[in-house]
Protein backbone atom coordinates (compact mmCIF):
# COMPACT_ATOMS: atom_id res chain seq x y z
CA UNK A 1 0.00 0.00 0.00
CA UNK A 2 0.77 3.48 -0.74
CA UNK A 3 -0.86 6.69 0.26
CA UNK A 4 0.35 9.75 -0.93
CA UNK A 5 -0.42 13.40 -1.23
CA UNK A 6 0.63 15.70 -4.17
CA UNK A 7 0.44 19.18 -3.54
CA UNK A 8 0.89 22.12 -5.51
CA UNK A 9 4.49 23.70 -4.69
CA UNK A 10 3.82 27.05 -6.12
CA UNK A 11 0.86 29.53 -6.59
CA UNK A 12 -1.47 26.88 -8.09
CA UNK A 13 -1.41 25.46 -11.95
CA UNK A 14 1.91 23.59 -11.83
CA UNK A 15 0.46 20.36 -13.63
CA UNK A 16 -0.99 18.62 -10.76
CA UNK A 17 -3.62 16.97 -13.34
CA UNK A 18 -1.63 15.48 -15.55
CA UNK A 19 0.79 14.27 -12.56
CA UNK A 20 -2.13 13.14 -10.90
CA UNK A 21 -3.76 11.35 -14.11
CA UNK A 22 -0.12 9.43 -14.67
CA UNK A 23 0.51 8.30 -11.17
CA UNK A 24 -3.41 6.86 -11.38
CA UNK A 25 -2.59 4.47 -13.47
CA UNK A 26 -1.38 2.40 -10.55
CA UNK A 27 -3.64 4.07 -8.32
CA UNK A 28 -7.05 2.28 -6.45
CA UNK A 29 -8.17 5.65 -5.46
CA UNK A 30 -7.85 9.01 -6.20
CA UNK A 31 -9.24 11.87 -3.63
CA UNK A 32 -9.46 15.48 -3.89
CA UNK A 33 -9.57 17.04 -0.31
CA UNK A 34 -10.19 20.64 -0.70
CA UNK A 35 -11.03 23.16 -3.34
CA UNK A 36 -14.01 24.03 -5.39
CA UNK A 37 -14.41 24.68 -9.06
CA UNK A 38 -11.97 27.97 -8.69
CA UNK A 39 -9.63 25.38 -9.58
CA UNK A 40 -8.68 23.54 -13.04
CA UNK A 41 -7.07 20.48 -14.45
CA UNK A 42 -6.21 20.15 -17.84
CA UNK A 43 -5.28 16.60 -18.96
CA UNK A 44 -4.39 15.58 -22.24
CA UNK A 45 -4.93 11.59 -23.11
CA UNK A 46 -3.29 11.05 -26.86
CA UNK A 47 -4.96 14.02 -29.13
CA UNK A 48 -7.97 14.72 -26.36
CA UNK A 49 -7.77 17.47 -23.69
CA UNK A 50 -10.13 17.41 -20.45
CA UNK A 51 -10.38 20.75 -18.11
CA UNK A 52 -11.65 19.00 -14.42
CA UNK A 53 -12.57 21.24 -12.37
CA UNK A 54 -14.24 19.29 -9.35
CA UNK A 55 -13.75 15.65 -10.00
CA UNK A 56 -10.03 14.26 -9.46
CA UNK A 57 -7.90 13.34 -12.58
CA UNK A 58 -7.67 9.66 -11.92
CA UNK A 59 -11.53 9.75 -13.41
CA UNK A 60 -9.77 9.10 -17.07
CA UNK A 61 -8.12 5.73 -15.55
CA UNK A 62 -10.84 2.89 -15.59
CA UNK A 63 -9.48 1.34 -12.64
CA UNK A 64 -9.51 4.13 -10.42
CA UNK A 65 -12.21 5.34 -8.21
CA UNK A 66 -12.48 9.10 -7.54
CA UNK A 67 -13.73 11.13 -4.48
CA UNK A 68 -14.73 14.68 -3.63
CA UNK A 69 -14.48 14.70 -0.04
CA UNK A 70 -15.21 16.68 2.83
CA UNK A 71 -12.88 19.27 2.62
CA UNK A 72 -14.55 20.12 -0.58
CA UNK A 73 -16.89 23.06 -1.78
CA UNK A 74 -19.65 21.77 -4.47
CA UNK A 75 -21.48 23.67 -7.05
CA UNK A 76 -23.74 20.73 -8.12
CA UNK A 77 -24.58 22.94 -11.37
CA UNK A 78 -20.89 22.43 -12.57
CA UNK A 79 -20.34 18.85 -10.76
CA UNK A 80 -23.30 17.54 -13.26
CA UNK A 81 -22.26 19.31 -16.14
CA UNK A 82 -19.05 18.13 -15.40
CA UNK A 83 -20.31 14.50 -15.23
CA UNK A 84 -22.29 14.89 -17.94
CA UNK A 85 -19.49 16.54 -20.01
CA UNK A 86 -17.18 13.54 -19.68
CA UNK A 87 -19.92 10.91 -19.79
CA UNK A 88 -20.67 12.12 -23.55
CA UNK A 89 -16.92 11.95 -24.56
CA UNK A 90 -17.30 7.90 -23.44
CA UNK A 91 -15.85 8.00 -19.48
CA UNK A 92 -17.32 6.26 -16.83
CA UNK A 93 -18.88 7.98 -14.13
CA UNK A 94 -21.02 6.32 -11.84
CA UNK A 95 -21.55 5.47 -8.15
CA UNK A 96 -19.05 2.22 -8.80
CA UNK A 97 -16.09 4.54 -10.01
CA UNK A 98 -17.30 8.30 -8.26
CA UNK A 99 -18.29 8.90 -4.34
CA UNK A 100 -18.52 12.15 -3.00
CA UNK A 101 -18.64 12.82 0.96
CA UNK A 102 -21.95 13.45 2.79
CA UNK A 103 -20.75 16.04 4.90
CA UNK A 104 -18.89 18.48 1.86
CA UNK A 105 -20.43 22.00 1.57
CA UNK A 106 -22.64 23.36 -0.84
CA UNK A 107 -22.08 26.42 -2.96
CA UNK A 108 -25.87 28.37 -3.59
CA UNK A 109 -26.31 30.74 -6.10
CA UNK A 110 -26.56 33.49 -3.30
CA UNK A 111 -22.73 32.38 -2.43
CA UNK A 112 -21.82 33.70 -6.28
CA UNK A 113 -23.64 36.92 -5.92
CA UNK A 114 -22.03 37.57 -2.99
CA UNK A 115 -18.29 36.65 -4.14
CA UNK A 116 -18.97 39.27 -6.78
CA UNK A 117 -20.28 42.29 -4.53
CA UNK A 118 -17.52 42.05 -2.10
CA UNK A 119 -14.92 41.42 -4.78
CA UNK A 120 -16.30 44.97 -6.44
CA UNK A 121 -16.37 47.09 -2.79
CA UNK A 122 -12.64 46.32 -2.62
CA UNK A 123 -11.76 48.11 -5.40
CA UNK A 124 -7.89 48.63 -5.55
CA UNK A 125 -7.48 46.25 -3.21
CA UNK A 126 -8.84 43.21 -5.10
CA UNK A 127 -8.26 39.91 -4.03
CA UNK A 128 -8.44 38.30 -7.61
CA UNK A 129 -11.25 35.79 -6.46
CA UNK A 130 -12.69 33.86 -9.85
CA UNK A 131 -16.29 34.70 -8.31
CA UNK A 132 -17.69 31.34 -8.21
CA UNK A 133 -18.78 31.93 -4.37
CA UNK A 134 -15.68 29.79 -2.93
CA UNK A 135 -14.99 32.14 -0.28
CA UNK A 136 -18.30 33.18 1.06
CA UNK A 137 -19.45 28.84 1.00
CA UNK A 138 -16.20 28.18 3.37
CA UNK A 139 -17.07 31.59 5.26
CA UNK A 140 -20.09 30.22 6.12
CA UNK A 141 -18.88 26.63 6.43
CA UNK A 142 -16.49 28.12 9.31
CA UNK A 143 -19.39 30.27 10.89
CA UNK A 144 -21.57 27.26 10.94
CA UNK A 145 -24.53 28.31 8.79
CA UNK A 146 -23.35 26.32 5.75
CA UNK A 147 -25.41 23.57 4.02
CA UNK A 148 -24.14 20.11 3.09
CA UNK A 149 -24.84 17.40 0.97
CA UNK A 150 -26.98 15.43 3.31
CA UNK A 151 -29.25 18.62 3.74
CA UNK A 152 -30.18 18.79 0.18
CA UNK A 153 -31.51 14.88 0.40
CA UNK A 154 -34.15 16.68 2.44
CA UNK A 155 -36.57 19.61 1.54
CA UNK A 156 -37.99 20.68 4.67
CA UNK A 157 -34.68 20.66 6.42
CA UNK A 158 -32.83 22.85 3.41
CA UNK A 159 -35.55 24.79 3.28
CA UNK A 160 -34.74 25.82 7.04
CA UNK A 161 -31.08 26.33 6.33
CA UNK A 162 -31.61 28.50 3.53
CA UNK A 163 -34.37 30.64 5.29
CA UNK A 164 -32.80 30.91 8.44
CA UNK A 165 -29.89 32.23 6.47
CA UNK A 166 -31.86 35.42 5.85
CA UNK A 167 -30.10 36.20 2.28
CA UNK A 168 -32.01 38.80 1.42
CA UNK A 169 -30.52 40.95 4.09
CA UNK A 170 -27.04 39.75 3.35
CA UNK A 171 -27.19 40.59 -0.93
CA UNK A 172 -30.34 43.24 -0.66
CA UNK A 173 -31.71 45.29 -3.64
CA UNK A 174 -31.38 41.51 -5.85
CA UNK A 175 -34.86 39.58 -6.83
CA UNK A 176 -34.08 36.07 -4.86
CA UNK A 177 -35.84 33.80 -6.21
CA UNK A 178 -35.28 31.57 -2.45
CA UNK A 179 -38.21 29.12 -2.75
CA UNK A 180 -37.23 28.18 -6.29
CA UNK A 181 -33.68 27.79 -4.81
CA UNK A 182 -34.76 25.02 -2.14
CA UNK A 183 -36.54 23.22 -5.08
CA UNK A 184 -33.63 23.13 -7.60
CA UNK A 185 -30.86 22.41 -4.87
CA UNK A 186 -32.97 19.65 -3.72
CA UNK A 187 -33.83 18.12 -6.60
CA UNK A 188 -29.29 18.31 -7.25
CA UNK A 189 -29.29 16.56 -4.08
CA UNK A 190 -31.63 13.52 -4.94
CA UNK A 191 -29.55 13.41 -8.18
CA UNK A 192 -26.04 13.32 -6.50
CA UNK A 193 -27.94 10.80 -4.37
CA UNK A 194 -26.14 7.33 -5.74
CA UNK A 195 -22.57 8.62 -5.38
CA UNK A 196 -23.45 10.05 -1.69
CA UNK A 197 -21.47 8.05 1.40
CA UNK A 198 -18.97 8.71 4.35
CA UNK A 199 -15.82 9.15 2.33
CA UNK A 200 -13.65 9.33 5.40
CA UNK A 201 -14.96 6.13 6.19
CA UNK A 202 -14.90 4.51 2.72
CA UNK A 203 -10.90 6.20 2.66
CA UNK A 204 -9.73 4.26 5.58
CA UNK A 205 -11.15 1.28 4.69
CA UNK A 206 -9.76 1.29 1.35
CA UNK A 207 -6.51 2.12 3.39
CA UNK A 208 -6.94 -0.99 5.81
CA UNK A 209 -7.32 -3.04 2.91
CA UNK A 210 -3.88 -1.59 1.85
CA UNK A 211 -4.71 -0.07 -1.58
CA UNK A 212 -3.32 2.82 -3.16
CA UNK A 213 -4.47 6.21 -2.78
CA UNK A 214 -3.51 9.55 -3.80
CA UNK A 215 -4.72 12.33 -1.96
CA UNK A 216 -5.07 15.51 -4.32
CA UNK A 217 -5.10 19.16 -3.61
CA UNK A 218 -6.31 21.85 -5.71
CA UNK A 219 -4.10 25.33 -6.03
CA UNK A 220 -1.04 25.69 -4.45
CA UNK A 221 1.17 26.26 -1.25
CA UNK A 222 1.26 30.14 -1.73
CA UNK A 223 -2.62 30.15 -2.04
CA UNK A 224 -3.15 28.71 1.11
CA UNK A 225 -5.09 30.33 3.76
CA UNK A 226 -2.64 29.87 6.45
CA UNK A 227 0.77 29.84 4.95
CA UNK A 228 0.27 31.17 1.55
CA UNK A 229 0.15 35.25 0.89
CA UNK A 230 -2.66 36.15 3.06
CA UNK A 231 -4.68 37.89 2.03
CA UNK A 232 -4.16 37.25 -1.76
CA UNK A 233 -5.18 33.28 -0.81
CA UNK A 234 -7.85 30.68 -1.63
CA UNK A 235 -10.15 30.10 1.59
CA UNK A 236 -9.39 26.49 2.25
CA UNK A 237 -5.96 24.34 3.14
CA UNK A 238 -4.07 22.93 -0.37
CA UNK A 239 -0.88 22.44 1.78
CA UNK A 240 -0.45 18.54 2.66
CA UNK A 241 -1.77 19.44 6.32
CA UNK A 242 -5.03 20.07 4.66
CA UNK A 243 -5.54 16.61 3.06
CA UNK A 244 -5.69 14.99 6.05
CA UNK A 245 -8.57 17.09 7.63
CA UNK A 246 -10.37 17.39 4.16
CA UNK A 247 -10.40 13.44 3.72
CA UNK A 248 -10.62 12.65 7.30
CA UNK A 249 -7.73 10.70 7.47
CA UNK A 250 -4.66 10.18 9.95
CA UNK A 251 -1.41 11.86 9.43
CA UNK A 252 0.58 8.58 10.15
CA UNK A 253 -1.44 6.74 7.43
CA UNK A 254 0.26 9.20 5.05
CA UNK A 255 3.62 8.12 2.99
CA UNK A 256 4.78 10.83 1.55
CA UNK A 257 4.13 13.98 -0.13
CA UNK A 258 4.67 14.83 -3.94
CA UNK A 259 5.28 18.66 -4.45
CA UNK A 260 4.36 19.70 -8.49
CA UNK A 261 6.53 22.39 -9.11
CA UNK A 262 7.32 24.02 -13.07
CA UNK A 263 10.96 24.96 -14.09
CA UNK A 264 9.71 28.57 -13.68
CA UNK A 265 6.75 30.00 -11.96
CA UNK A 266 3.13 31.41 -12.77
CA UNK A 267 0.87 33.17 -10.64
CA UNK A 268 -2.24 34.60 -11.44
CA UNK A 269 -4.50 37.20 -10.07
CA UNK A 270 -3.44 39.97 -7.29
CA UNK A 271 -0.18 39.82 -5.03
CA UNK A 272 3.17 40.32 -4.93
CA UNK A 273 5.14 38.30 -7.06
CA UNK A 274 8.97 38.86 -6.87
CA UNK A 275 10.41 37.08 -9.51
CA UNK A 276 7.84 38.38 -12.23
CA UNK A 277 8.91 38.79 -16.13
CA UNK A 278 7.08 41.77 -17.46
CA UNK A 279 9.25 42.13 -20.76
CA UNK A 280 9.73 39.98 -23.70
CA UNK A 281 11.28 37.03 -21.67
CA UNK A 282 7.55 36.76 -19.49
CA UNK A 283 5.68 36.86 -22.72
CA UNK A 284 8.28 33.96 -24.17
CA UNK A 285 7.50 31.80 -21.00
CA UNK A 286 3.45 32.72 -21.38
CA UNK A 287 3.16 31.73 -24.99
CA UNK A 288 5.70 28.67 -25.06
CA UNK A 289 3.85 27.57 -21.81
CA UNK A 290 0.12 28.25 -22.64
CA UNK A 291 -0.20 30.11 -19.79
CA UNK A 292 -3.68 30.37 -19.40
CA UNK A 293 -6.28 29.78 -16.45
CA UNK A 294 -7.73 26.40 -16.99
CA UNK A 295 -10.88 27.96 -15.17
CA UNK A 296 -11.06 31.59 -15.83
CA UNK A 297 -8.90 32.05 -19.54
CA UNK A 298 -6.55 34.50 -17.58
CA UNK A 299 -3.31 35.18 -18.41
CA UNK A 300 -1.02 34.12 -16.09
CA UNK A 301 1.76 36.41 -14.62
CA UNK A 302 5.08 34.60 -15.58
CA UNK A 303 8.60 34.33 -13.84
CA UNK A 304 11.86 32.65 -13.24
CA UNK A 305 12.15 30.00 -10.55
CA UNK A 306 12.34 31.13 -6.87
CA UNK A 307 14.18 28.54 -4.78
CA UNK A 308 13.10 30.86 -1.28
CA UNK A 309 9.70 29.79 -2.15
CA UNK A 310 10.25 26.48 -3.03
CA UNK A 311 12.00 25.46 0.44
CA UNK A 312 9.59 27.54 2.44
CA UNK A 313 6.69 25.13 0.23
CA UNK A 314 9.13 21.70 0.71
CA UNK A 315 8.50 23.03 4.52
CA UNK A 316 4.92 23.69 5.17
CA UNK A 317 4.72 20.59 3.17
CA UNK A 318 6.80 18.23 4.72
CA UNK A 319 7.58 17.50 0.56
CA UNK A 320 9.33 14.22 0.20
CA UNK A 321 10.07 13.94 -3.56
CA UNK A 322 9.61 16.97 -6.43
CA UNK A 323 8.21 16.78 -9.87
CA UNK A 324 9.67 19.16 -12.33
CA UNK A 325 6.97 20.09 -15.19
CA UNK A 326 7.09 22.22 -18.12
CA UNK A 327 10.82 22.00 -17.97
CA UNK A 328 10.86 22.15 -22.17
CA UNK A 329 9.25 25.73 -21.83
CA UNK A 330 12.55 26.37 -21.06
CA UNK A 331 13.65 25.69 -24.36
CA UNK A 332 15.48 28.21 -26.47
CA UNK A 333 16.77 30.62 -23.91
CA UNK A 334 20.56 31.62 -23.84
CA UNK A 335 20.09 32.03 -19.99
CA UNK A 336 17.71 30.84 -16.79
CA UNK A 337 17.60 32.76 -14.04
CA UNK A 338 17.34 31.49 -10.43
CA UNK A 339 16.40 33.14 -7.20
CA UNK A 340 18.07 32.23 -4.57
CA UNK A 341 17.27 35.30 -1.95
CA UNK A 342 16.04 38.50 -1.83
CA UNK A 343 17.21 42.20 -0.81
CA UNK A 344 15.00 43.87 1.33
CA UNK A 345 15.59 47.46 2.18
CA UNK A 346 19.70 46.26 1.88
CA UNK A 347 19.36 43.49 3.92
CA UNK A 348 19.55 40.03 2.41
CA UNK A 349 16.74 37.82 3.43
CA UNK A 350 16.97 34.05 2.41
CA UNK A 351 14.08 32.35 4.41
CA UNK A 352 10.51 33.22 2.74
CA UNK A 353 9.17 36.40 4.66
CA UNK A 354 5.66 35.75 6.19
CA UNK A 355 5.10 39.79 6.49
CA UNK A 356 3.30 40.73 2.95
CA UNK A 357 4.83 44.23 3.14
CA UNK A 358 8.11 42.77 3.29
CA UNK A 359 7.30 40.03 0.48
CA UNK A 360 6.33 43.05 -1.89
CA UNK A 361 9.21 44.70 -1.63
CA UNK A 362 11.83 41.83 -2.13
CA UNK A 363 14.07 42.21 -4.94
CA UNK A 364 15.49 39.33 -6.10
CA UNK A 365 18.89 37.97 -5.81
CA UNK A 366 19.20 36.17 -8.85
CA UNK A 367 21.81 33.01 -9.73
CA UNK A 368 22.38 32.79 -13.98
CA UNK A 369 22.30 29.63 -15.47
CA UNK A 370 23.06 28.41 -19.57
CA UNK A 371 20.18 27.85 -21.47
CA UNK A 372 19.92 25.07 -24.28
CA UNK A 373 18.64 24.97 -27.65
CA UNK A 374 17.44 21.95 -28.02
CA UNK A 375 13.39 20.34 -28.37
CA UNK A 376 13.90 18.36 -25.31
CA UNK A 377 9.57 17.71 -25.66
CA UNK A 378 10.17 14.19 -27.24
CA UNK A 379 12.74 12.88 -25.02
CA UNK A 380 11.85 10.35 -21.75
CA UNK A 381 15.23 9.48 -20.79
CA UNK A 382 16.91 11.49 -18.67
CA UNK A 383 20.71 11.01 -20.27
CA UNK A 384 19.80 11.98 -23.33
CA UNK A 385 18.54 15.57 -22.16
CA UNK A 386 21.01 18.88 -23.41
CA UNK A 387 23.79 18.81 -20.80
CA UNK A 388 22.52 22.47 -19.79
CA UNK A 389 18.99 21.23 -19.06
CA UNK A 390 20.79 18.22 -16.73
CA UNK A 391 22.96 20.81 -15.11
CA UNK A 392 19.43 23.07 -14.18
CA UNK A 393 17.81 20.08 -12.73
CA UNK A 394 20.66 18.91 -10.26
CA UNK A 395 20.88 22.69 -9.43
CA UNK A 396 17.23 22.62 -8.27
CA UNK A 397 17.58 19.50 -6.44
CA UNK A 398 20.97 20.53 -4.84
CA UNK A 399 19.12 24.48 -3.94
CA UNK A 400 15.97 21.74 -2.51
CA UNK A 401 17.34 19.44 -0.88
CA UNK A 402 14.71 16.75 -2.31
CA UNK A 403 14.88 14.20 -5.07
CA UNK A 404 13.00 14.62 -8.37
CA UNK A 405 11.76 11.80 -9.64
CA UNK A 406 9.40 12.54 -11.99
CA UNK A 407 10.13 15.47 -15.56
CA UNK A 408 7.04 16.78 -17.40
CA UNK A 409 8.55 17.85 -21.18
CA UNK A 410 5.01 18.41 -22.30
CA UNK A 411 1.16 18.17 -21.76
CA UNK A 412 0.62 14.43 -22.82
CA UNK A 413 1.05 11.57 -20.83
CA UNK A 414 4.59 10.03 -22.74
CA UNK A 415 5.86 13.27 -22.43
CA UNK A 416 7.42 12.29 -18.92
CA UNK A 417 10.80 11.46 -17.81
CA UNK A 418 10.47 8.70 -14.76
CA UNK A 419 13.09 8.79 -12.52
CA UNK A 420 14.41 7.19 -9.00
CA UNK A 421 17.32 8.76 -8.71
CA UNK A 422 19.28 11.60 -10.54
CA UNK A 423 22.49 9.31 -10.03
Known sequence: MTVKIIVGAQWGDEGKGKITDILAENMDLVVRYQGGNNAGHTVVVGEETFKLHLIPSGILNKNCCCVIANGVVIDPEVLFSEIEALQKRGIAVSPQNFKISSIAHIILPFHKILDGSQEARRHEEKIGTTGRGIGPAYTDKVSRNGVRVMDLLSREKLAKKILNHHWE?????????IEGVIDQYHAFGLKMLPYVTDTSLFINTAMDEKRNIILEGAQGTMLDVDHGTYPFV?????????????AGVGP??????????????????????PTELTDAQGDHLRERGAEFGTTTGRSRRCGWLDIVALNYAIRVNGITEICLTKLDVLDGLDSIKVCTGYRVNGEIITAFPLDLDVFSNADPIYDTLP????????????????????????????????????ISVGSRRNQTIHLLTLA
Open 169 to 177: NQIPGQNLD
Open 234 to 246: TSSSPISGGACIG
Open 252 to 273: HKIDGVLGVTKAYVTRVGEGPF
Open 371 to 406: GWKEDISQLTDFNKLPANAIAYIHYIAEKTGVEINL
